[in-house]
Nanobody, 120 residues
Framework: VQLVESGGGSAQPGGSLRLTCVAS????????MGWFRQAPGKEREGIASINDDGDTMYEDSVKGRFTVSKDNGMNSLYLHIGSLKPEDTAMYYC????????????????WGQGTQVTVS
C-alpha cells in the first residue's frame, strides 16, 4: 500500500499547479482522502479533504484557490492550486484513511512521501 505524489515544482506567483496522488496496489474509489502541507519551520497543516461521495472540506485560508478532486478510473487524487502565492511554498502530502472529510492529521493512517511546491 503506497501513495505517491507528483506535480510539484517551481512556479511564479499567480500561476497554478495540479498535484496528483496515485495509489499503488489498492483502490482509492471508496477512500476518504486529504491533502496536507508543511512549510519549513512550521507544523503540517491540513488543507483539503474529499470522501468517497465527493463531499469536500477546505481549510479557510485556501478556500476559493484550492480544489480537491478524485478520479476513481485513474485511481488518483488531485489538488489544483490556483493564484499561487509565495506562502504556498511547502511540501505537499496526500493521505488516506479518514472516515469523513477532515483536515486533522490524526484522522489519517496512510501517507505519501510528499511533493515540493516552491512559489517565487
Amino acid at each position: 500500500v503506497q501513495l505517491v505524489e507528483s506535480g510539484g515544482g517551481s512556479a511564479q506567483p499567480g500561476g497554478s499547479l495540479r498535484l496528483t496522488c496515485v495509489a499503488s496496489q489498492w483502490s482509492l474509489s471508496n477512500q476518504c482522502m486529504g491533502w496536507f502541507r508543511q512549510a519549513p519551520g512550521k507544523e503540517r497543516e491540513g488543507i483539503a479533504s474529499i470522501n468517497d461521495d465527493g463531499d469536500t472540506m477546505y481549510e479557510d485560508s485556501v478556500k476559493g484557490r484550492f480544489t480537491v478532486s478524485k478520479d476513481n478510473g485513474m485511481n488518483s487524487l488531485y489538488l489544483h492550486i490556483g493564484s499561487l502565492k509565495p506562502e504556498d511554498t511547502a511540501m505537499y502530502y496526500c493521505a488516506s484513511g479518514c472516515w469523513s472529510p477532515a483536515i486533522l492529521a490524526g484522522a489519517y493512517t496512510i501517507w505519501g512521501q510528499g511533493t515540493q511546491v516552491t512559489v517565487s
